[in-house]
């Protein structure tokens, strides 16, 4: 009888020739890095077939510019013939983000977080109370009630009377308001460390995990620079940094305004910064001082600080810096507030801030 033959494994070759949706993952990733700009994105794309080899002779950087027009990712201005994104393209740029960052999330129905809180509400609990005047009838516990029945009146001569009725409690489901800072100074991107990037990708990654997950929640998001202005979700593939100091205090400032105007108790503000406050603007005139930890600029931020403490406003900090200097104002200001100080890289912030984000909210009434 013969046996076993072995014989040296030969592996069958993969066409390493790029497809539509290798390359348009590519794209995106470039897209992110030029702010949107896809005539610069295409040109990246085309120097690194060029090296890399990415396509063949059966599709080309050509065949694939042609399928995004095609399949709607971009489109050109009518007479201009510029190549620009469409609404299609940013929304795919937050999911992919999303998955990139948290990976892909289970699929679960959109809805609220719920709190420990006891009361009128839509999520059922496995506690019970007795009947109340104004209970609503879907929520009587008819295992329990026939049970007190039983006891109550014997089972001969069965009754069910409003003074054997429990209810099961129901819990609160609470909302958040969280606004979003993200520091655009020029040391985003000094060193040869792009941190604009990245911090662009969490707060698209985290605009689509609560549209998605917790649609009744807010996110605002903020940049902040010399001065601070509040941005749309759909921008954020644009945004670039500029030749700008830190103005923490103005970051600060209209994220106090935007959540003052929220109804709802819980609120929360997440900073992304790589650097220490170095800007204040007193009327129309600009104060900076770049050297070390300035004392006028410092106590107008830790003022900042204490006034979200008093208005229950915790201030969550990622710093993306190492120096022990910066993590001495991250530590005060953290203080002060009461809040939270991530100290991450960039590889891990997305993480940090999406988790975060859910603890907060686990924690909250």
């Known amino acids: 009888m013969k046996g076993i033959q072995f014989s040296g494994y030969i592996p069958q070759e993969k066409n390493q020739q790029a497809d539509f949706e290798s390359l348009l993952d590519i794209f995106m990733q470039l897209i992110n890095v030029t702010a949107g700009n896809v005539p610069e994105a295409m040109a990246w794309l085309t120097n690194l077939d060029k090296q890399y080899r990415l396509t063949g002779s059966s599709y080309g950087i050509g065949d694939f510019y042609e ?3 095609r399949k709607g990712y971009i489109e050109e201005k009518p007479g201009e013939g510029q190549a620009i994104l469409t609404p299609k393209s940013e929304q795919s740029l937050r999911r992919k983000s999303l998955e990139e960052i948290f990976g892909k999330l289970k699929k679960s129905s959109p809805g609220n977080h719920i709190s420990p809180v006891t009361g009128k509400g839509d999520e059922i609990s496995s506690e019970t109370r007795p009947y109340q005047f104004g209970d609503s009838p879907e929520n009587v516990a008819f ?3 026939l049970r007190n029945a039983q006891i109550n009146h014997g089972t001969e001569d069965f009754m069910l009377t409003e003074n054997d009725l429990e209810i099961r409690e ?3 489901k609470s909302q958040t308001s969280t606004v979003l800072m993200i520091d655009i100074s020029h040391s985003m991107i000094l060193y040869g460390e792009d941190r604009i990037t990245p911090a662009k990708k969490v707060a698209m990654a985290l605009s689509e995990f609560i549209t998605t997950r917790y649609p009744k929640d807010t996110l605002d998001i903020i940049v902040f620079g010399n001065d601070a202005k509040q941005i749309r979700v759909k921008d ?3 945004l670039e ?13 209209l994220a106090i305004d935007l959540l003052r105007r929220k109804k709802n108790r819980n609120k929360q503000i997440f900073m992304i910064t790589d650097g220490k406050p170095t800007c204040l603007k007193e009327g129309i005139r600009y104060y900076k001082n770049s050297f070390g930890l300035d004392p006028k600029i410092m106590k107008k931020t830790l003022t900042l600080a204490a006034v979200c403490r008093k208005m229950k406003i915790p201030v969550t900090t990622f710093m993306i810096a190492s120096d022990p200097y910066l ?7 953290t203080r002060v507030n009461e809040g939270k100080a991530w100290y991450s890289d960039l590889s891990g912030l997305g993480e940090f801030v999406i988790e975060d984000f859910q603890r907060n909210r686990r924690k909250k009434a």
């Open 67 to 69: 399928d995004l027009k």
């Open 236 to 238: 954020l593939p644009y």
């Open 170 to 172: 129901t819990m609160h």
């Open 143 to 145: 295992s329990d009630s």
């Open 241 to 253: 940094v500029g030749p700008y100091h830190t103005n923490t205090v103005a970051g600060l400032e």
């Open 327 to 333: 993590q001495e104002f991250v530590r005060e200001f």
